[in-house]
């Protein structure tokens, strides 16, 4: 089946300093690719979709010059939150559509958790 | 993208069918049901999805009604690995780029 990739999978970090978190698509091409955040007892919140060659697309109230996102592959993209502080500690996970169609289900990757001291 | 209504928790015994239902009254003719789950501290896991026929595979089986306002998720002999959050969600229009919007899910608890 679709595997989706993420590294690290936990990470602690000062604050102030950059952290960058990886997401592949192991077994299978994916010109989108969609990050998400997760606090604790919270659902799932989409915070941007990845686009391959392209600029991202962010939601609504997200920090695109905190936040940034690269997607230089069809197998990878990448996360990096710069200048952290406390506040972006939280579940980063990310999630790849499988197929062509526009129905084909969105596997995600086993989340990173960011903590900033 | 529709809305869903999902009851926040259930129980459910081992070895015992769990069905878990999802309200989505304002679907449009070209958006799919889809199913995740999440066990702590992990990724979302897809589980099944369907427009308006029946479907089953090897977890799970959706029923969706007639009028597609509504559906089930059954898990036909829940373990006690199958205690998760279950997210329900409405997908499917193309300009939407395709992208998934959890609510709040239900918290299916297995117990022996």
């Known amino acids: 089946g679709a595997v989706v990739s993420q590294h690290p999978s936990w990470v602690i970090c000062k604050s102030g300093t950059s952290v960058k978190i990886e997401c592949r698509s192991l077994?299978?091409?994916?010109?989108?690719m969609f990050w998400y955040r997760q606090f604790p007892k919270q659902s799932l919140m989409l915070m941007a979709t990845?686009?391959?060659?392209?600029?991202?697309?962010?939601e609504q109230g997200v920090e695109k010059d905190k936040f940034l996102i690269n997607h230089a592959s069809l197998t990878l993209s990448t996360l990096t939150v710069t200048s952290a502080h406390p506040e972006d500690s939280s579940f980063y996970i990310c999630?790849?559509?499988?197929?062509?169609?526009?129905?084909?289900?969105?596997?995600f990757g086993n989340g990173t958790r960011l903590t900033v001291t | 993208d529709a809305k869903t209504t999902q009851p926040t928790s259930m129980d459910c015994a081992e070895g015992r069918a769990a069905n878990l239902p999802c309200n989505h009254s304002?679907?449009?003719?070209?958006?799919?049901v889809y199913w995740y789950r999440q066990i702590h501290s992990q990724g979302p896991q897809y589980i099944i999805h369907?427009?308006?026929n029946n479907e089953t595979n090897e977890m799970a089986s959706l029923i969706i009604t007639e009028d597609r306002k509504s559906s089930t998720l059954i898990l036909p002999h829940a373990t006690l690995r199958d205690t998760a959050v279950y997210y329900c969600?409405?997908?499917?229009?193309?300009?939407?780029?395709?992208?998934?919007?959890f609510g709040a899910g239900t918290i299916l608890r297995v117990k022996s």
């Open positions: 077994d299978f091409q994916a010109t989108t």
């Open positions: 304002t679907i449009s003719g070209n958006e799919y």
């Open positions: 969600i409405v997908r499917g229009n193309m300009e939407y780029g395709n992208k998934l919007v």
């Open positions: 369907g427009l308006k």
């Open positions: 990845s686009n391959e060659g392209s600029k991202a697309t962010y």
């Open positions: 999630s790849a559509r499988a197929g062509f169609l526009y129905n084909s289900p969105l596997h």
